[in-house]
């Protein structure tokens, strides 16, 4: 039985090293960053250790903007991506003739680069002099009035940042849950049916538990995916996302370490472990800290 373990150890040796040294060490890291006060990367030097970090980075509010910004992408996008998933796999999984064009139309847009699909949403909803965009025009339609969704009000960036980031995610999770549905066993459906048992009860009685297994592995995906969004804001609103006031956690951190904020590695590393504002003035903050670091 010794000897079997000791095995089974040796065999997962390589996979704890890698993770060791890509994943936990770097975690570390980065939360000794977060406490050294002031710390200069190019001379591995710091002037004092505190959470004066932690307060700068709570108090700064670009990056509060970014952590409203994320806990709203968040909330709206992970549960609408995921029933309009389910949804559209419903749909498919009862098609019959063309079934496998149908799924690769809506798997298209998933291996379609992310800054191309970004300009393809410009050029639908960005206003310019010689016109409103398309979204404008069907908007005006419906008697409605135009919009600017890229230098417009806050609300409607964020629907647009909203709606670009379904569309990204959606191929993807289509493609889970329709293999999900493929595989439930139709002996269950048929036994359902002899027993004339009606379609929600089937659905909720019999599909849903036995997928529920996927739908839960897309919505933790899904959290995951969004709280580490950047590159969707980026190809909508451009690489100065603190102008748009549409900057992500993940945007902060970026600007912090090489952005126009860029240099200062002990505000990035303290700005993932942080969730609760409160206000100061962090551009005074910023300056104290420039000359310590002179």
């Known amino acids: 039985m010794e000897k079997n373990n000791l095995k089974a150890w040796l065999y997962l040796l390589p996979t704890i090293a ?5 994943m936990v060490y770097p975690l570390i890291d980065v939360l000794i960053y977060s406490f050294e006060e002031g710390y200069n990367s190019a001379s591995q030097t710091y002037f004092g250790i505190g959470f004066y970090n932690y307060s700068y980075v709570l108090h ?5 903007q970014a952590l409203k910004n994320t806990f709203i992408l968040v909330i709206i996008t992970v549960p609408v991506s995921t029933g309009l998933a389910l949804l559209i796999s419903l749909g498919l999984s009862s098609v019959r003739k063309l079934k496998e064009l149908y799924q690769t139309v809506f798997f298209l847009p998933y291996v379609t680069n992310t800054l191309a699909v970004g300009m393809v949403f410009i050029i639908l909803f960005k206003k310019t002099p010689y016109s409103d965009g398309l979204i ?15 230098d417009g009000p806050c609300w409607a960036k964020m629907f647009m940042l909203c709606f670009y980031t379904v569309w990204v995610v959606l191929p993807f999770k289509i493609l889970i849950l329709t293999s999900a549905l493929a595989s439930v066993k139709q002996d269950y459906y048929n036994a359902a ?12 009685r019999i599909t ?7 739908i839960f592995y897309l919505v933790i995906t ?42 200062y590695p002990s505000f990035a590393s303290a700005a993932p472990t942080i969730s609760l504002p409160e206000g100061i003035s962090p551009r005074e903050r910023r300056r104290q800290t420039r000359r310590a670091l002179i």
Request: glycine fraction near 14%.
């Open 18 to 22: 890698f993770l060791g040294v890509f």
């Open 60 to 64: 700064d509010p670009y990056f509060l």
């Open 136 to 150: 404008n025009l069907l908007i005006g339609l419906f008697g409605g009035n135009s919009v600017d969704f890229i």
């Open 193 to 204: 049916r002899v027993d004339a048992a009606p379609k929600w009860r089937i659905f909720t």
């Open 208 to 214: 849903l538990p036995m997928i529920s297994p996927m």
């Open 222 to 263: 899904g959290f995951i995916g969004a709280f580490k969004a950047y590159s969707d804001a980026v190809a909508l609103f451009g690489t100065n996302l603190n102008a748009a006031g549409m900057n992500t956690i993940v945007g902060y951190i970026y600007d912090m370490l090489y952005g126009d904020s860029g240099g």
